[in-house]
């Protein structure tokens, strides 16, 4: 697969402070048509934030009919409100003073729909004590592990089905559905992710069928991420959401990763060469503080017009490569650098430069806090 992003005007490339990220709207604009493509209908979507992360893509999203949406923090959760989000499922136990904002962020929208994610009692009776309290009403889907074991319960459990009948029972709080999260599953052949998807199934369907045996509804069934998106697309289940995230900016990790996803990369981080003094090298201002680290250090970031480029080095400010074409370069010469990992590089810049032509036309802001901005802390 090849990667590349389309280039600046010279106007635009000499007067822009680096390193920045920037974002092609276009690009943005045919990866939402091609979600809409796999899933089929805008309702069995609800894209995960935390990637963009930016209300003028949530508005992009709304306008191509997606009303659904899952946000990893309050200040993420807020964003979606503050851009006309309709239903918000926030991923994960809300805990300590989450709870209250999370209420609090209900009874601000009280026209918008509120659920969490949750996998202990404990939990989801503080949620519903705090919803009660405050005359609220939350949904919660029941987090299932399918194999990632980060969080969620074994469907296979009794545990499972017990936590479910709790959620129905508890006042302030309705059951909304299961929730199945698997970013363990990114194998490269389409065809053995399938059939990987396919057999972790076999445990939820199980638990799905003894919940209803047990007469308790199962409204939505909200699975996945950015690979195995495709496959539970082709599930019939018309309870099935798709929550893919990195998809909407997309990324050289999945990209390479998943040949088959056909995304296309709509952002990039700009950045200069600081230094030549080194023969062989290029040292450039794409640090960690611009450019996500947690990739393996050799791999963090690709550069379209330097494909041979090696890192060796990766500091706060400093990113020195290695590459046969050191000596056609000067301080001062401006890259484009693809993010292996997109979504930890949106959130380290406080906006994303919006690229249009050629040349940067709009600043778009960043919901990358973790306080909201009363000052108080989620
Ligand atoms: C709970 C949850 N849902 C959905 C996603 C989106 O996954 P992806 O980044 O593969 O699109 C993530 C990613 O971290 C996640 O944690």
């Given at each position: 697969m090849s990667f590349h992003v389309p280039s600046l005007n010279s106007e635009t490339a000499a007067m822009l402070a680096t390193p920045a990220l920037l974002v092609w709207p276009d690009r943005i604009d045919a990866n939402i048509r091609r979600m809409l493509q796999t899933a089929g209908r805008p309702d069995r979507l609800r894209p995960h934030c935390k990637t963009h992360k930016m209300a003028e893509v949530v508005r992009k999203l709304t306008a191509a009919g997606i009303t659904c949406h899952k946000a990893a923090t309050i200040v993420e959760a807020d964003m979606l409100c503050r851009a006309g989000a309709e239903d918000v499922v926030l991923a994960?136990?809300?805990?300590?003073?989450a709870l209250t904002e999370l209420v609090r962020l209900a009874g601000r929208y009280p026209d918008v729909r509120f659920s969490v994610t949750a996998d202990s009692e404990v939990c989801v009776r503080m949620l519903s004590d705090a919803c009660q309290a405050a005359g609220r009403c939350v949904g919660v889907l029941l987090d299932l592990d399918v194999g990632l074991h980060r969080t969620g319960i074994d469907p296979s459990s009794d545990a499972a089905a017990a936590l479910y009948r709790t959620i129905e029972k508890l006042p302030g709080i309705e059951p909304a559905g299961l929730h199945v999260y698997d970013g363990h599953q990114h194998q490269e052949s389409l065809a053995e992710r399938t059939n990987a998807v396919r057999s972790a199934w076999e445990p939820v369907q199980r638990l799905i069928e003894r919940l209803e045996a047990d007469?308790?509804?199962?409204p939505e069934l909200l699975c996945g991420g950015t690979p195995t998106f495709p496959v539970y697309a082709e599930f019939s289940d018309p309870r099935i959401r798709l929550s893919p995230g990195t998809c909407t900016l997309h990324d050289v990790g999945y990209g390479s990763k998943c040949p088959d996803l056909e995304f296309e990369v709509a952002a990039a981080v700009a950045t200069r060469v600081?230094?030549?003094?080194?023969?062989?090298q290029l040292t450039l201002d794409a640090g960690h503080k611009s450019v996500a680290a947690d990739p393996p250090a050799s791999r963090r970031v690709f550069f379209p017009d330097l494909p041979d480029a090696q890192a060796i080095i990766h500091n706060e400010e400093h990113l020195t490569v290695t590459t046969s074409q050191a000596a056609r370069f000067t301080p001062g010469d401006l890259l484009m650098a693809l993010p292996i990992h997109i979504c930890p590089t949106v959130a380290l810049h406080h906006c994303a430069l919006v690229v249009q032509d050629g040349r940067i036309t709009d600043e778009w802001s960043i919901a990358r806090h973790r306080r909201l901005q009363d000052g108080r802390c989620p």
């Amino acid at each position: 697969m090849s990667f590349h992003v389309p280039s600046l005007n010279s106007e635009t490339a000499a007067m822009l402070a680096t390193p920045a990220l920037l974002v092609w709207p276009d690009r943005i604009d045919a990866n939402i048509r091609r979600m809409l493509q796999t899933a089929g209908r805008p309702d069995r979507l609800r894209p995960h934030c935390k990637t963009h992360k930016m209300a003028e893509v949530v508005r992009k999203l709304t306008a191509a009919g997606i009303t659904c949406h899952k946000a990893a923090t309050i200040v993420e959760a807020d964003m979606l409100c503050r851009a006309g989000a309709e239903d918000v499922v926030l991923a994960g136990n809300p805990v300590g003073p989450a709870l209250t904002e999370l209420v609090r962020l209900a009874g601000r929208y009280p026209d918008v729909r509120f659920s969490v994610t949750a996998d202990s009692e404990v939990c989801v009776r503080m949620l519903s004590d705090a919803c009660q309290a405050a005359g609220r009403c939350v949904g919660v889907l029941l987090d299932l592990d399918v194999g990632l074991h980060r969080t969620g319960i074994d469907p296979s459990s009794d545990a499972a089905a017990a936590l479910y009948r709790t959620i129905e029972k508890l006042p302030g709080i309705e059951p909304a559905g299961l929730h199945v999260y698997d970013g363990h599953q990114h194998q490269e052949s389409l065809a053995e992710r399938t059939n990987a998807v396919r057999s972790a199934w076999e445990p939820v369907q199980r638990l799905i069928e003894r919940l209803e045996a047990d007469g308790h509804t199962v409204p939505e069934l909200l699975c996945g991420g950015t690979p195995t998106f495709p496959v539970y697309a082709e599930f019939s289940d018309p309870r099935i959401r798709l929550s893919p995230g990195t998809c909407t900016l997309h990324d050289v990790g999945y990209g390479s990763k998943c040949p088959d996803l056909e995304f296309e990369v709509a952002a990039a981080v700009a950045t200069r060469v600081i230094s030549t003094a080194v023969p062989g090298q290029l040292t450039l201002d794409a640090g960690h503080k611009s450019v996500a680290a947690d990739p393996p250090a050799s791999r963090r970031v690709f550069f379209p017009d330097l494909p041979d480029a090696q890192a060796i080095i990766h500091n706060e400010e400093h990113l020195t490569v290695t590459t046969s074409q050191a000596a056609r370069f000067t301080p001062g010469d401006l890259l484009m650098a693809l993010p292996i990992h997109i979504c930890p590089t949106v959130a380290l810049h406080h906006c994303a430069l919006v690229v249009q032509d050629g040349r940067i036309t709009d600043e778009w802001s960043i919901a990358r806090h973790r306080r909201l901005q009363d000052g108080r802390c989620p």
